[in-house]
């Protein structure tokens, strides 16, 4: 049979579709182009001549010599394919068989051509034939999903050769393309030779794709690796975090340009201004708000007016009787038939009037009547009172009530004199003054020095200022130079006060020169009526004093004035024992004495 013979391994190849052979043809018709190969045509040949001696032996049956050879069918040998000629052969008697009438022998999955009956070479589909006719890469049909995308094999390097095939016997062929009768077959039980065949092109890429076959692994296109879920979600984290941070940033970014743009325009709106909140009234005991909570509604404003003028002080409730404790000079323009007006630091007002005052230690006690719910200011013990102690000062400077100020103690037992507008001295004033720098200044004058426990350790009564006008349209103010009388002393005056209506002060029983210039105080010549400087039976005619001798020393404290020596004394209570120093004829002599008492008048 001739075979179209075609180039060998320059490139792919297809086998075509075998021509229909028709019943009653010529069985020696040219096989199509392409039909078969070289290697077919050889098994072809073999296959006839087993045929032929089949045949022959079986008896007068004669076959036609050039019976169409079976396809080779994958699969399937070629003793089986004899097999089944020879038994197709033997079961037919003598009738005669028309060759090119035999059909081949059915072997299954090899196509059969209905025309003639003769088989057909044509390669077994990869898979079942679609009913729908959907194209392998057309869109899906309605029973098959989306193929997936299949990478091709990689192909060899460049320059590196391919392996060989490996080598085939081939069966005789005549020059005319048929089996020469007679060759040798192979030997039953043999290994088939295997037909060489030209060597085979390069295989598609596309040539075993079949869209419809599970994949082991899933495909993808860039041949990276495939993430593992754990990789995945760290991805994804990292991915979250990233963003966190940049929308921070440019959050962070906007605000502050917004910021600032708010804060040089003011904003769009109407200004609203930042303010705290509600916050709690209680402050601790010992600040200056708590000591002025405790001691203001014990604190009351005086306003006095009689035919000697007027004036505004200070001062503070002693008991719940009405009594309270305030500056003589305060008082003392009211007179006997002056008008006393207290007002407290609710705002409620009533009359007051004078229980006792004395001129030498400047204090008074007034009264008011038909007042209900006083409540006494706690007294302190000013020896206790230690320079740098902090102090508070209430009063109402220039008629401003309930005025709170806050120093500390700057010095202690600092003699002072006051008054003294009459010029015959008798209301000189003599106090052993505690030193505070918290601002005091008229109006102040009767008011209470507190330590920080809110309890009274002085009286405020006088300041040292720069300007000593009297005027009181041109009154000085404070340059951090308060005095008070310290609460001792005006503890038992006021008591004195109360109870009696006037005050006693200790005296040594002698008269002092107030021009002497030197240091101390001396013992004038004479009194002030003539007589003797010494009272007779006195404290100092007992203790030995003669005229003209010179204190030095009270109680081991040096002093350097009369008006010092007086405020010393003072100091005490009638009947306490004082030491003194003497100086005689050049020469100091200690002199011990009891101090006597004198009226306040």
């Avoid at 019943?23 to 032929?52: L, Q």
């Amino acid at each position: 049979m001739p075979v179209r013979e075609g180039p060998v391994g320059d490139g792919d190849f297809e086998l075509e579709r075998p021509a229909s052979m028709r019943r009653g043809s010529d069985p020696s018709a040219e096989v199509p182009t392409g039909a078969t190969a070289p290697d077919a045509t050889a098994e072809a040949a073999h296959e006839t001549s087993a045929a032929a001696d089949v045949a022959a032996a079986a008896g007068p049956a004669s076959v036609d010599a050039e019976v169409a050879p079976m396809s080779p069918v994958p699969g399937v040998s070629r003793e089986v394919a004899s097999a089944g000629v020879a038994d197709a052969s033997a079961g037919a008697g003598d009738a005669s068989v028309d060759a090119a009438h035999a059909p081949a022998a059915a072997v299954p999955g090899t196509p059969v051509d209905v025309s003639g009956g003769v088989p057909v070479d044509r390669p077994k589909p990869l898979h079942d034939p679609d009913p729908y006719s959907t194209p392998p890469y057309g869109q899906p049909g309605p029973w098959a999903p989306a193929p997936p995308v299949q990478l091709p094999a990689t192909p060899p390097a460049h320059g590196t050769p391919s392996p060989a095939p490996p080598a085939a016997v081939q069966a005789p062929v005549a020059p005319s393309g048929h089996p020469v009768h007679g060759a040798p077959g192979p030997t039953p039980g043999e290994p088939t030779p295997v037909v060489p065949s030209p060597a085979a092109p390069p295989a598609s890429p596309w040539q075993n794709y079949d869209p419809w076959a599970a994949t082991a692994a899933p495909l993808h296109q860039t041949g990276a690796a495939v993430a593992s879920r754990e990789q995945r979600r760290k991805r994804g984290i990292r991915v979250l975090v990233l963003g966190a941070v940049v929308l921070a940033l440019v959050s962070g970014g906007i605000g502050g340009a917004v910021g600032v743009y708010l804060e040089r325009t003011g904003g769009v709106t109407d200004v609203e201004l930042p303010q705290a909140g509600q916050e709690s009234k209680e402050r601790a005991a010992d600040s200056v708000a708590g000591i002025a909570a405790r001691a203001l509604p014990s604190v009351v404003t005086l306003h006095v007016k009689g035919s000697a003028g007027e004036g505004t002080g200070t001062g503070f409730v002693l008991d719940g009787l009405g009594h309270i404790l305030t500056n003589n000079h305060v008082v003392e323009p009211a007179g006997s038939s002056g008008e006393i007006s207290v007002t407290f630091s609710g705002g409620e007002t009533a009359k007051a009037t004078v229980v006792g005052h004395d001129s030498g230690y400047d204090l008074a006690v007034v009264k008011v009547s038909g007042v209900g719910g006083l409540k006494p200011m706690p007294l302190g013990n000013s020896d206790n009172v230690q320079v740098g102690d902090p102090v508070v000062a209430i009063g109402a400077p220039f008629d401003l009530a309930n005025t709170v100020t806050s120093g500390i103690i700057s010095a202690k037992e600092r003699p002072i004199t006051a008054g003294g507008e009459k010029g015959d001295g008798s209301d000189v004033s003599y106090v052993d003054a505690l030193q505070t720098d918290a601002p005091i200044n008229p109006g102040n004058s009767g008011g209470p020095l507190l330590d920080s426990k809110a309890r009274v350790v002085g009286i405020n009564s006088a300041i040292r200022s720069a300007d000593s006008s009297s005027d009181q349209s041109h009154q000085a103010g404070s340059i951090g130079l308060g005095f008070a009388i310290p609460v001792n002393q005006a503890k038992r005056v006021a008591e004195e006060l109360i109870n009696t209506g006037r005050a006693t002060h200790p005296v040594i029983g002698v008269t002092l020169d107030m021009n002497y210039t030197g240091d101390g105080a001396r013992v004038g010549a004479k009194s002030n009526d003539g007589g003797s400087p010494l009272t007779r039976g006195g404290p100092g005619d007992r203790a030995g004093i003669r005229a003209g001798d010179v204190i030095t020393e009270v109680d081991g404290q040096r002093i350097h004035s009369g008006e010092e020596l007086i405020v010393k004394i003072r100091a005490h209570r009638p009947g306490d024992r004082l030491a003194l120093t003497v100086e005689r004829d050049g020469k100091e002599k200690a002199i011990t004495l009891v101090l006597g008492s004198a009226s306040g008048d």
